[in-house]
């Protein structure tokens, strides 16, 4: 090595200090400013009024009965326990059966998983079919199918409980799959449509030209080209369907009562003492699946949403 | 390869008529360009021999083969699009075997077809790339492989180079015409650049309103406009058109106007023309040439602008009112402002009908 550079390692390591003092840094601005303060004050505040329910489920579904008694509703528990989880989770009572909120949790899950696929399949079918391929009065389905999104649950119930019953789906796994699949049709049809109509024509005419049909076209180009609008389908559809109470109240029949509605069995099964404790596991519980949804899914929820750029 | 022949076409598009009556044979390995302004239906018309769009009315044939009603895959064409259209989530190599895949051509020949074309195009290092991880010049290699690997024998170009820098542009256009030569496929190509057209095609068909206004080599649509559309639409600067009267006296015809007079008795008249018809001269900027000196002027007028160009210069004359561009030598400096002789070569002037605009 030559006398100017010690080492080769000094050399390469020069380079970047050399460009990093020539680098103008903007002024940053101070950290703590009356403003900022002001700001954090009122985030922490609103903050933390929003998250009081939270701690007080938390705090009481991990207190024994004798403390929850002593009506410190704020306090910390003292002995703190799991064993209000485990008995909402497998022994607390549905009116007459025992066998805690699990029941309703994996019914829920027969219910969402079959739901939220086959909803999409055809939102994305439906998509896919009114932005590419001429079809006769698309408009006019366009709209019916919207206007449907927009008429109360309420209104169809009863026409929908005779409907279902006559076909013999009331009360049954495959007839509730079936409400939620229709009643999602209209978000899930819309969200794919806009989605479709970003993609460019001639990418659609390109695979025309190639010898693709109407199916080949959709598994194999349209479909994978979804992704980040069927992760935002699968976060809306899930939540939504687990959410749901009235619709699995009515039309999933006894056997398969989805978690909501367990879980009102549960606080409104009382015998003798009432089990707050227990009442807050189990409602956790409930709620536990959207709220990871959320958590987990929150960026690709933004990406997704921001995905009209699919230029490449 | 194949030919191919429109007869009578017809296209309406929600009620309006975009092409009607239009009538084109593009022989076996013929460059055909499809050259116009925007809204002429020359993308229209690509994408109704593509079968893309129904025509209305009218026959169509390829190869020999009645395809007025055929699919789009039926029809041995390839079609390039300006926006690329490369499937996103396909490799290069998926990309360019889609066709053939879905034709169930067997594995062995695809390969064959993928890198043949892969090694014409120059995109063997990138067969396994997604689209996104291309350039532009790139993907429109790519584009123009998809094509070919289809084996059609009638390649359809729509502005393919419409999305490139300038720079990659001219080197695409140079890659295309030499494609051309190897393959000595049929290529209808629709652009309206005008360069493009002049170094590709073997013919050019300049259209405006859905109608073909001249069909023709590039050479003579560029000296022999059949009117001023098609002669102020070629060429830049384009055309000047300097409006005036002919006149006819003792066996020599002139064409008068304000600022200028020459003689055009050695025009190629379609009729012998009328004394005191009034007309539209054309004459493109090359073909005037400057005269300090006054000698041989047919007029003079103010130099009001200069635009060098690095290999020429182009001298804007106002001849009162009347702008001509010239196509001047960059040794020769004009002094702005100031009047200047110009000649007119007879030899290279379009004359034109004031009314009906066409060629006399």
């Known amino acids: 090595m030559s006398t100017t550079t010690t080492t080769p390692a000094a050399g390469t390591m020069a380079k970047p200090a050399a460009a990093g003092t020539g680098r103008i840094h903007p002024a940053r601005r101070k950290h703590l400013t009356p403003g900022r303060l002001g700001v954090y004050a009122l985030l922490i505040t609103s903050a933390a009024f929003f998250l009081l329910p939270l701690y007080v489920m938390v705090a009481t579904s991990l207190k024994p009965m004798e403390e929850i008694r002593l009506g410190n509703l704020f306090s910390l528990p003292l002995h703190a326990t799991v064993e209000p989880w485990i008995q909402a989770w497998s022994s607390a009572c549905t009116g007459l059966e025992c066998r805690g909120i699990q029941v309703g949790f994996w019914n829920s899950v027969k219910i969402v998983v079959p739901s939220t696929v086959i909803s999409i399949f055809f939102g994305a079918l439906n998509g896919y079919a009114l932005s590419f391929w001429r079809v006769k009065w698309a408009g006019w389905f366009f709209g019916i199918l919207m206007f449907g999104a927009f008429v109360p649950y309420q209104v169809m119930m009863y026409p929908l409980v005779r409907s279902l019953a006559a076909v013999d789906l009331f009360g049954t796994l495959a007839g509730i799959v079936l409400i939620h699949t229709v009643f999602g049709m209209p978000v899930m049809t819309l969200l794919f449509r806009n989605y479709y109509a970003g993609v460019p024509g001639e990418l659609f005419k390109a695979a025309r030209i190639d010898g693709g049909g109407f199916w080949r076209i959709f598994f194999q180009l349209m479909l994978p080209m979804s992704l980040p609008i069927i992760v935002v389908a699968v976060i809306m559809q899930l939540t939504n369907i687990w959410n749901d109470f009235i619709l699995g109240l009515v039309f999933a029949g006894r056997e398969n009562l989805p978690m909501t509605v367990q879980l009102n069995n549960v606080i409104n099964t009382t015998t003798g003492e009432r089990l707050y404790n227990v009442n807050m596991a189990a409602t956790i519980l409930t709620s536990m699946v959207p709220l990871v949804i959320y958590l987990v899914s929150g960026r690709w929820f933004v990406r997704g949403i921001a995905a009209g750029a699919v230029k490449g | ?360």
């Open chain 2, 1 to 360: 390869m194949s030919n191919v022949t429109i007869e009578d076409l017809d296209i309406r598009l929600s009620g309006i008529d975009i092409i009607s009556k239009l009538n084109l044979d593009v022989a076996e390995g013929e460059f055909l360009v499809l050259l116009g302004p925007s809204g002429c239906g020359k993308s229209t018309l690509l994408h109704s021999i593509a079968g893309l769009i129904d025509v209305h009315d009218g026959r169509m044939a390829i190869g020999g083969n009645d395809v007025t009603w055929a699919d789009p895959k039926d029809r041995g064409i390839g079609m390039v699009f300006q926006s690329y259209a490369l499937y996103p989530t396909m490799t290069v190599e998926k990309n360019m075997s889609f066709g053939p895949r879905i034709a169930g051509i067997d594995k062995a020949e695809i390969q064959k077809r993928v890198d043949r074309a892969a090694k014409m195009l120059h995109l063997t290092e990138l067969l396994h790339r997604k689209p996104a991880q291309l350039s532009g010049g790139q993907r429109q290699r790519v584009a123009i492989g998809r094509a070919l690997v289809r084996d059609a024998g009638v390649f359809l170009f729509d502005e393919p180079l419409s999305n490139l820098d300038a720079k990659l542009r001219s080197e695409l256009r140079r890659e295309l015409k030499q494609l051309h030569k190897e393959l000595g496929a049929t290529m209808i190509y629709v652009t309206h650049d005008q360069v493009e057209a002049m170094t590709l095609a073997s013919r050019i068909a300049v259209m405006k309103q859905g109608k073909i206004q001249q069909i023709d080599t590039p050479g003579n649509v560029y000296a022999r406009p059949v009117n001023m559309f098609v002669a102020g639409f070629l060429g830049a600067p384009s055309m000047n058109f300097v409006e005036g009267r002919l006149e006819a006296a003792n066996g020599g015809v002139h064409f008068v106007s304000p600022t200028l007079r020459i003689e055009v008795t050695s025009y190629p008249f379609a009729v012998p023309p009328q004394h005191g018809a009034s007309a539209v001269l054309g004459v493109r900027p090359e073909h005037i040439t400057l005269s300090p000196d006054g000698t041989h002027a047919a007029g003079s007028a103010l130099v009001s602008l200069v635009e060098p160009m690095g290999s020429n210069q182009v001298v804007w004359l106002d001849a009162q009112g009347v702008s001509l561009a010239v196509d001047a030598d960059a040794q020769f400096t004009p002094a702005l402002d100031r009047k200047i002789g110009f000649v007119i070569e007879p030899a290279h002037v379009s004359l034109f009908d004031k009314q009906t605009q066409e060629r006399l």
